[in-house]
């Protein structure tokens, strides 16, 4: 079920360093609507979620796209759904922008328009604070719950041998950790960040077993030149990190983390396709 969430925030007042798109252009259609439409995943804070309480859309990406809508003077409105949606929404022009937590592979590059990578992410473990568990090696022969994408990350089974592996989705994952039913979580550290900010008391620990670009797909060509010019700018002014300080840091125990300089083409060459 998709959910449709238009942003609070006012229409942006026009500054001399907007420019005018032309009628042709979607950045132009976008400026004469007066709003841009941005998909974004509704239930994984703090990354992206829409707040039933308080009516808004919040997180890391939230701000990179508002971001974007500024920079064309016009508001965000902002819609949920799981990533595999959002991607076909983009694909056939339903949004402007959209956000999935979905990693940059050789064969998502290829089918669809991508914009550089805005989170570089990581597979890592999730556990409760003072476990005692610190990276894989310390599982043993303990019991975790994994999620982890089968297109790029590492299942427990090929790093510790003797590990208790549940399969199963976030929530079910979130729910074994917070009973003590299993020792560990792992997934990519953005959903790990989102099991944490449900369960208390638990702690993102270990190396990054995995590197995976994450980035937004676009409606045009086009848009995706602008929303790339849009995202340099981000990195490079210090809003970027703002961000992540402001929704990831605080639960992803990844100190002196800096705005990510991975080109989308170089984070898909890490999981080649089968040209064949």
Known sequence: MLITLVATSCLPARTSEEKEFGDNTVM?????????????????????????????????????????ADALGVKASFVGA????????????EVDLAFPAIPITEEFLRNYRLTQVVYVAHQRL???????????????????????????????????????????????????????QVDAVTGSDVDLMSIATQVP???IVGDELTTEGYG????????????????????????????????????????????PDLRAEEAAALYPSDLD
């Open 28 to 68: 132009g259609r976008i400026q004469a609507r007066g709003k841009m439409i941005v998909g974004i995943e509704a239930g994984l804070a703090p990354y992206s979620r829409l707040n039933s309480r308080t009516g808004k859309a919040e997180g890391f990406v939230v701000d990179l796209a508002t971001t974007v």
């Open 82 to 93: 799981t990533g595999s949606q959002l991607v076909s929404m983009a694909d056939n022009e």
């Open 126 to 180: 999730l556990v409760r604070s003072g476990s005692g568990i610190d990276d894989v090696r310390s599982l043993g022969a303990g019991k975790a719950c994994s999620f982890i994408n089968v297109d790029t990350q590492v299942p427990l089974k090929q790093l510790v041998e003797d590990v208790k592996v549940v399969q199963s989705a976030r929530q079910e994952c979130a729910y074994l950790l917070a009973t003590g």
């Open 201 to 203: 008391d638990v702690e």
């Open 216 to 259: 937004a797909v676009t409606s045009s060509g086009g848009m995706t030149d602008f929303v790339n010019n849009t995202f340099s700018k981000v990195k490079s002014d210090g809003r970027w990190l703002a961000y992540y300080e402001r929704w990831l840091a605080p639960v992803a125990n990844a100190p002196d983390r800096q705005p």
